[in-house]
């Protein structure tokens, strides 16, 4: 990673002994949005000791620009010495999840943990805005929908997200928007499943009817 590589997310770190009291008041001054970590005032070296207390701040820039731009404008912002490092994010779900240790790398560790009520998110940070799906993970979401459909016998899109409002976590669906982007995406092939749950009830609904009415003519 080059000095000179521009991103839209960032990361850093402030300590607490080298910001000011209205630190948060004057990130949100900046006008961007942010997601703010809990104190992480447990976390400790290799040696034992315990490490200083500081924040992890997700950025997410209006434009691509570079590290040093970040870095300048938090120091502008907060005092020459208010920033000690900041990096690129590759994986949004990944940091925020870092945020409280929650991450896999951070679980594997066996970082603290921190409690994700005391993110604190700033003009209008939402994680479900930046968290994105590859070609592989759509299938795979597209094939779990598709075999939920069979197993239980949706007839429509709004059977279908009934369901998924209430197990979406079981099943390891994504949150809504992306949901919805997969659905609107493979609209034709979830039709016809739809369809064909529907044929086939109503051609269970015949056979019952049959069967009642031999009953009686009998």
Same mark, same amino acid.
């Given at each position: 990673?080059? =000095? ?11 300590? =607490? ?17 942010? *997601? ?24 997410? *820039? ?14 502008? =912002? ?23 240790? $929650? ?20 003009? !209008? ?21 598709? !075999?939920?459909?069979?197993?239980? !016998? ?41 369809? !064909? ?12 009817? $049959? ?8």
């Amino acid at each position: 990673m080059t =000095t000179k590589q521009k991103s839209r997310y960032f990361a850093f770190i402030l300590y =607490t002994e080298s910001i000011p009291e209205d630190w948060i008041l004057k990130l949100e001054a900046l006008d961007i949005s942010m *997601a703010i970590s809990p104190l992480h005032d447990k976390d400790k070296n290799e040696d034992g000791n315990y490490k200083k207390p500081h924040y992890h701040v997700m950025y997410v *820039a209006k434009n691509p620009v570079t590290i040093e731009a970040i870095r300048n404008r938090i120091k502008r =912002t907060l005092g020459n010495n208010s920033i000690s490092y900041v990096e690129i994010i590759d994986s949004m779900k990944n940091y925020y999840q870092y945020l409280t240790h $929650e991450s896999k790398d951070a679980i594997t560790k066996k970082k603290q943990k921190y409690d994700v009520k005391e993110i604190i998110t700033i003009n !209008g940070f939402d994680i479900d805005r930046y968290v994105t799906l590859d070609d592989a993970q759509k299938n795979e979401v597209l094939d779990i929908t598709i !075999g939920l459909t069979l197993k239980y !016998g949706f007839k429509n899109i709004v059977d279908f997200m009934d369901f998924y409002f209430e197990h979406a976590d079981d099943y390891g669906l994504p949150n809504l928007r992306l949901m919805n982007d997969i659905i609107k995406s493979n609209t034709g092939i979830l039709r016809l499943y739809f369809d !064909g749950n529907y044929q086939r009830h109503q051609r269970e609904i015949m056979k019952d009817k $049959e069967k009642r009415d031999q009953k009686w003519d009998g």
